[in-house]
């Protein structure tokens, strides 16, 4: 017969860690299930999260493991589950060793994938010089020579945002053409608009040096923004049956204010359900997820 809990959390980072918390400290019985790649993987440091900025993704992670790991209901298994389903009033997950383990509820904070332009050097600086978040990452490049490389039509709002940090370039791509009033507020906000597709990143990895367009031109710059678009990390969410809406950046998981999914007894908390990425964002949204799993668990769903 396999192990059974009160709640099960697919993802231990921020988002699945803070809603573990939450449940361990109700003392119920938690398992965090956790295949240990989470999406910030490739940052050396974590900024802008309270009382940790600066450190390392995975020594916070680890941290909050350990602290967890501290308290006697609670569980956590390094291991990636391949499928969820319900039978009968439990949820079942079958992990990546064909074991099973059953709950009352779950908790999907399962993260996403980001699917990168396919341009040569991006790769291999993602996290380092290629960044994602100037509120995670911009202070550190702060006055330097920035771009933001479009990846899809609402970029051009990424390219007035960073410009707080540095004077910046907008890299169209040929996929993004600014309405006047956007063309205006890029000129307020002295944005240069660059339409000639970019085709390299230059420099000596882990650094930029400059971007080279299709035209041999090289555009010098110091740290490239992107908006890249995300899939889900997992498919447990549908195939559970959860619904999903769509972002500007791709699907995420539909869940209300207390984070309860389309599915009664399915919470989702973290990047999965939210189309704001953010450490602070993926916590906070972990603690209602938790909380509001004990409250069903008390009061039904």
């Known amino acids: 017969m396999s192990a059974h809990f009160d709640v099960i959390v697919v993802g231990g980072s921020f988002a699945g860690l803070s809603a573990a918390m939450q449940l361990a400290r109700a003392r119920r019985r938690v398992l965090v299930l956790d295949d240990r790649r989470p999406r910030n993987r490739f940052a050396p440091h974590s900024h802008g999260f309270l009382g940790q900025d600066g450190k390392a993704p995975a020594e916070i992670i680890g941290e909050a493991t350990a602290q ?18 319900r039978i009968g009033d439990r949820f079942v997950v079958t992990q990546s060793d064909g074991t099973t383990l059953s709950a009352d509820r779950l908790i999907l904070a399962t993260g ?71 063309a ?19 420099g000596a990895s882990p650094n930029i040096t400059g971007l080279r367009l299709a035209d041999g031109c090289i555009v010098a710059i110091d740290a490239l923004f992107i908006a890249p678009r995300t899939r889900m990390a997992s498919p447990l969410a549908a195939q559970l049956g959860c619904a999903f809406e769509e972002g500007p950046m791709g699907a995420v998981i539909r869940v209300d204010e207390w984070k309860q999914t389309s599915v009664p007894g399915v919470f989702a908390a973290g990047d999965a359900s939210s189309m704001w990425s953010n450490a602070t964002f993926a916590s906070a949204a972990g603690v209602a997820a938790g909380v509001a799993a004990h409250r069903s668990l008390i009061f039904g769903l």
Not at 68 to 85: Q, S
Not at 187 to 192: A, F, I, K, P, S
């Open 112 to 182: 996403v994938r980001d699917e990168l332009p396919s341009l040569p050097g991006l790769e291999e600086r993602w996290g380092l010089s290629v960044l994602h978040c100037p509120y995670c990452h911009g202070y550190e490049v702060g006055n330097k020579r920035l771009g933001v490389l479009a990846t899809h039509a609402l970029s051009v709002h990424q390219a007035v945002l960073v410009s707080d940090w540095g004077p910046t370039t907008w890299f169209t791509q040929g996929i993004a053409q600014p309405t006047p009033e956007e």
């Open 184 to 202: 205006a507020l890029l000129d307020t906000r002295n944005v240069l608009i660059e339409p000639t597709p970019v085709v390299e990143v230059i």
């Open 68 to 85: 967890l790991a501290a308290y006697p209901t609670a569980r956590i298994v390094v291991r990636e589950a391949g499928k969820a389903e």
